[in-house]
Structures are given as C-alpha cells and as structure tokens.
C-alpha cells in the first residue's frame, strides 16, 4: 500500500499543515475538502480576532514549506479569522496545489472489502473512501491512512439544556432568528435596534456579549440579555489576568464590564426549553422575548461517516478515549492539558487518526498549536519515526479558570469541580435574580 496517498479530510489549519508534515516526510498527502475553498469554516467567523498569537497559529513544516516561496512568518499580533486565512491558510493551500481537492464530501470510510464486522486480513487492506463531488459524482479512493482533521464546526450544539434541540428551535433556525455564530458589528443590520439573546458561557459566547455590545453603542434601541445556565461564580467570565493567553483572559473581561456596565442583562439558571420565534423559554418557565437568539454552546464532531471504522472514544466527549480523561471538564477542570500525539490518538482501526478540533469530541479547551502538534506527531509516526511520534515538542498555556462540572451544570452550585477545590463567588458582581420573570 506504499503507493496509496494518505487521506486527510479538512482543508482546515490542521488538515493543512498535516499535508505539510507528509510532503517533508517523503509521503504523499491528498486532502479532501466539501468547501470550495481552504479553510471554508475559517472564512465564516472571518471577524473574529484570535486569542492565540501569530507565532501560535503556524505550523512549523508549513512555514518551511512556504519559504522558498518567498513568504515570511507574522512574527507579532493577533489576527482575525479572515487575515489567519489570507496570509497564512490559503498560500499555504496554494503552496499544496493539486494535493489539495475542493468540492469533495467523503461520505463513508472503510476497509477495501471489509466492513465493520470482518477480523480476517483487515489491516492489510487499504483504506476506502466515498466521496461526492460538487457536482453530484460519486467516486471511491483508496488510501493507506487516513487523518480525519474535518473538525466540529458544522455540527454546533443547540440550545436546549439537555443537548437535544430545544422545541421549536430547528423550526428558528429555518426561519432567521436563531443563529449559531459570533455576530459582526461590521454588518449590524440584523441586531441594531433590536433584542437579541446570547445562550452560552464560552469564548465564543464572550466574543459574541462583545459585538453586540459594540453594536448597541452606535446604534440606540439596541439591547441584549446574556442566558448562562450555571451561577455566578470566580470563573464566568474565563481567566482574566491569570490565564496565559492574554488575549483569551481578556475576552471574559470585557464581557464581564459589560455586564457590570449594565449594557449587557445577566440571567443566570437558565435551562432553555423552548424557542418559539425568537421567544425563549426556560425549563423553570422564565421567558426572554427578542428578536435575534444567539447559540454558542459548543460543537460536537459528526462520526456518521466513520461509522465502520473500529473507534475507541470516551462515551462522554466523543474523543479518543486515551486523552478524554487528560480534557474532560467534569474531571480536569484547572484549564491545563498536556499535549497529545499518535499514541494518545491511535484507534483500534490501524493508521487511523482523529486530529483537531473533531479529536477533542465536545471538549472546549482546543487550541491550534495543540493541532500542530498533533499532526506532527500523527505523521511521524506513519512515516515510522516512532522516536520523534513519541517526543512532546509543545507545552500549553494555562487558561487560569478553574471550574469541573460542579459549576458548569448546577445552576445552583458555586463550588469548583475536579482538583481545583472551592471556587467562591465574585463579590463584584450582583446579585441576578432567578425568580420567574419576563424579558422584553
């Protein structure tokens, strides 16, 4: 099967730099991208600003692979998801040129001849990959691993507290008022002068309190409410001063001034039931009547298409089981995760690799350089260097919260989870009511 290119599904950072990685290690790479372009999911959150510096977001094989082009590495600053693309994903597509295919939905992988059932001479066969094409044409592709970096982005969680869409809320969603993205005060239109509700208590819900914020300051009438389902506690609003991503620590507090600004209500307890319209509705039967819903609880990864793949995750994350326990918020709660490679990510399915975002099932605390690291390792490791599969090149920041599943889930609780001990509430917040009240 040396003759047989890797697979790699996702043109995204990850997928990207994985190709990278196996064009230097002498093997041949073909990436599978469903967008029309690279890093498709990254063009769609294009205003938002990374909290990961420059040098952070380059792949170190990627970037010898682009020097001779004359291209030189970012050395300073935090760019947004557009200037990530522009200056960095797509010469670095470019630079991959036909290794690289657009239009390419892989819709099942197997093993040649073999389904999920049959032992006999299984890792001896190639890998088989169905894939439809922008036009409808069906082909299959025959590969001798397969990296799957196709990552979590179309697949955000819903609203409703229990991680089944909330009632009605497919039905909103067709219709324009929920969405599932960070809105952009470049393009207010759709919030200004309106009310809009923001379900979430993660980076991606702090960037979204922040636009909208910027917003209502240039456009009067405009006004927005802030649904978290857990109390008040140290850590709603992320790391602050204490995480070593400053730009990560500053997100949470800038949408905690916000809500001590009084430009931002604060509802606490909320367990989101139903969504009628834009009208939402909690498990305890509070009501917030808007105009817009804003989800961003997370994402989770699509396995359909790996569904005869021989897979070991954690029944919880949906992450390769041997590094769940090490991003398990219910578990590990202090904000820090060692680095993973190709033994943490191995399937029983052999040279078979969950990489990116999709590796860390619906864990939140993903980071780029943790994918780089990933593929460098995932890489070495086909290519049989198991010396350097096994070597850790990357030591990650803490993100100063702490906060297990006792705080993220109890809307009653303000105790700390996992093995960071009590976690008091903020003296400098208020107190937010919880008694059944109407928002309008």
């Known amino acids: 099967m040396t003759d047989l290119p890797?697979?790699?599904?996702?043109?995204?950072?990850?997928?990207?730099?994985?190709?990278?990685?196996?064009?230097?290690?002498?093997?041949?790479?073909?990436?599978?991208?469903?967008?029309?372009?690279?890093?498709?999911?990254?063009?769609?959150?294009?205003?938002?600003?990374?909290?990961?510096?420059?040098p952070e977001l380059v792949d170190k094989a990627a970037a010898r692979l682009l020097e001779p082009t004359g291209w030189e590495a970012p050395e300073k600053g935090y760019p947004t998801g557009a200037q990530w693309r522009e200056?960095?994903?797509?010469?670095?597509?470019?630079?991959?040129?036909?290794?690289?295919?657009?239009?390419?939905?892989?819709?099942?992988?197997?093993?040649?001849?073999?389904?999920?059932?049959?032992?006999?001479?299984?890792?001896?066969?190639?890998?088989?990959?169905?894939?439809?094409?922008?036009?409808?044409?069906?082909?299959r592709i025959e590969a001798r691993a397969v990296i799957d970096a196709s990552g979590t982005w179309r697949r955000p969680n819903p609203a409703?507290?229990?991680?089944?869409?909330?009632?009605?809320?497919?039905?909103?969603?067709?219709?324009?008022?929920?969405?599932?993205?960070?809105?952009?005060?470049?393009?207010?239109?759709?919030?200004?002068?309106?009310?809009?509700?923001?379900?979430?208590?993660?980076?991606?819900?702090?960037?979204?309190?922040?636009?909208?914020?910027?917003?209502?300051?240039?456009?009067?009438g405009t006004t927005i409410t802030w649904a978290i389902r857990r109390a008040v506690s140290t850590n709603t609003f992320g790391g602050g001063e204490a995480d070593?991503?400053?730009?990560?620590?500053?997100?949470?507090?800038?949408?905690?001034?916000?809500?001590?600004?009084?430009?931002?209500?604060?509802?606490?307890?909320?367990?989101?039931a139903r969504v009628d319209g834009a009208t939402v509705t909690a498990e305890d039967g509070r009501v917030i009547e808007a105009d817009q819903v804003v989800v961003l609880t997370g994402y989770r990864p699509d396995l359909g298409f790996l569904s005869e793949m021989r897979l070991d995750l954690d029944?919880?994350?949906?992450?390769?089981?041997?590094?769940?326990?090490?991003?398990?918020?219910?578990?590990?709660?202090?904000?820090?995760?060692?680095?993973t490679g190709a033994k943490d990510l191995a399937q029983p399915e052999p040279d078979l690799y969950l990489v990116g975002m999709k590796s860390y099932g619906r864990a939140p605390t993903f980071l780029a350089m943790t994918g780089y690291e990933q593929v460098r390792s995932v890489v070495a490791e086909l290519a049989g260097d198991h010396d350097a599969a096994a070597r850790v090149e990357l030591e990650l920041p803490d993100t100063g919260v702490c906060g297990g599943a006792g705080v993220f889930d109890d809307p009653d609780s303000t105790k700390g989870g996992g093995c960071c001990g009590?976690?008091?509430?903020?003296?400098?917040?208020?107190?937010?009511?919880r008694a059944p009240i109407t928002l309008s």
């Open 6 to 54: 890797v697979a790699v599904i996702g043109a995204g950072p990850q997928g990207l730099a994985a190709a990278a990685h196996l064009l230097e290690r002498g093997l041949t790479p073909l990436v599978l991208e469903q967008g029309g372009e690279p890093a498709a999911a990254v063009a769609e959150w294009g205003h938002v600003r990374l909290f990961s510096a420059w």
């Open 87 to 139: 200056s960095y994903l797509v010469p670095l597509a470019d630079a991959l040129g036909d290794h690289v295919r657009y239009g390419a939905t892989v819709t099942g992988v197997s093993r040649k001849g073999r389904d999920r059932l049959v032992d006999a001479e299984r890792a001896e066969q190639p890998f088989v990959l169905h894939v439809t094409g922008a036009d409808g044409t069906e082909e």
């Open 160 to 220: 409703g507290a229990d991680g089944l869409p909330a009632l009605g809320e497919r039905a909103a969603h067709a219709a324009g008022t929920v969405t599932y993205a960070v809105p952009d005060r470049a393009d207010a239109a759709t919030y200004a002068a309106k009310h809009t509700v923001v379900i979430g208590a993660g980076d991606s819900a702090f960037n979204a309190v922040n636009e909208l914020t910027a917003i209502a300051k240039n456009h009067p």
């Open 244 to 272: 070593e991503l400053p730009e990560r620590g500053a997100l949470g507090v800038r949408a905690k001034k916000a809500v001590q600004d009084g430009n931002v209500e604060l509802v606490t307890g909320f367990r989101t």
């Open 315 to 339: 029944p919880t994350l949906e992450a390769p089981r041997n590094i769940a326990v090490q991003i398990d918020p219910n578990i590990h709660s202090c904000g820090s995760v060692s680095a």
């Open 422 to 433: 009590p976690t008091a509430p903020s003296e400098e917040l208020f107190t937010i009511s």
